[in-house]
């Protein structure tokens, strides 16, 4: 199994640009989450799918958007990038309908915006 | 919303010392608490959970342990080597209606020193 996959590795993008995050796993998880990493201020939550079709905002959702494709992919789109978004981006999923599971996490997206 | 606190931000140990790394969370909802480790340039991995109605869980050289009444929870590693130096994120999670709301500690940079 390949888990928890995340493309691109790499990007950097000019200020005003659009671009997409991709997130897939192939575990049946039915949560799956968007993370971005900034040093020194740990894991903040952009925005969760508790559940195909459902999507919520996290802690730090302005200037992205979500969409749940189906069960297995989750993507995050940046529509006009900003210098402030430059961070590390995790995916991540997990089983939450049958309880509380430890997160899988994608190997991340390192972004920067110029 | 539920405040997790995590100290200390680093901690540099001899090798073949034990670490220990502490978290307070403040909702008594809480109820399911995992630790991630974060090598440099890599994804967080989960190396070790407790639920609630266990207030010690053991794995080879690492141990959490959790006092509901106090809300903490601690990390310990015994006979540290140089392959655990990494970050180390707390996090507490609540599961409600079929999804789990999971919120980090900032982080513990540990460095052994050999």
């Known amino acids: 199994n390949a888990g928890v996959t995340q493309t691109p590795k790499f990007q950097v993008l000019k200020t005003g640009q659009s671009m997409t995050l991709q997130c897939a796993q192939d575990m049946n998880h039915n949560s799956m989450y968007w993370y971005r990493q900034d040093p020194g201020m740990g894991l903040r939550l952009i925005y969760y799918?508790?559940?195909?079709?459902?999507?919520d905002k996290g802690e730090v959702p302005n200037g992205y958007n979500v969409s749940r494709l189906n069960k297995r992919e989750f993507s995050l789109r940046l529509e006009s990038a900003a210098p402030s978004q430059t961070s590390v981006y995790f995916c991540?999923?997990?089983?939450?309908?049958?309880?509380?599971?430890?997160?899988?996490f994608g190997s991340g997206t390192r972004l920067t915006v110029v | 919303g539920e405040n997790v606190e995590q100290h200390p931000s680093t901690l540099s140990v001899q090798e073949g010392d034990s670490a220990v790394i502490k978290c307070t969370y403040s909702?008594?909802?809480?109820?399911?608490f995992p630790w991630y480790k974060q090598e440099l340039g890599k994804r967080p991995q989960l190396i070790i959970d407790?639920?609630?109605?266990?207030g010690e869980k053991k794995d080879q050289r690492i141990a959490v342990t959790l006092n509901k009444t106090a809300k903490h929870f601690s990390l310990h590693i015994t006979e540290t080597q140089p392959e655990d130096s990494a970050v180390y994120f707390c996090a507490a999670s609540i599961h409600s209606g079929g999804y789990q709301k999971v919120t980090f500690g900032t982080g513990t940079k540990l460095q052994v020193i050999p």
């Open positions: 991540a999923s997990t089983q939450s309908d049958l309880g509380n599971y430890g997160y899988t």
């Open positions: 799918s508790a559940s195909e079709g459902t999507t």
């Open positions: 407790i639920r609630s109605n266990v």
């Open positions: 909702d008594s909802a809480s109820n399911y």
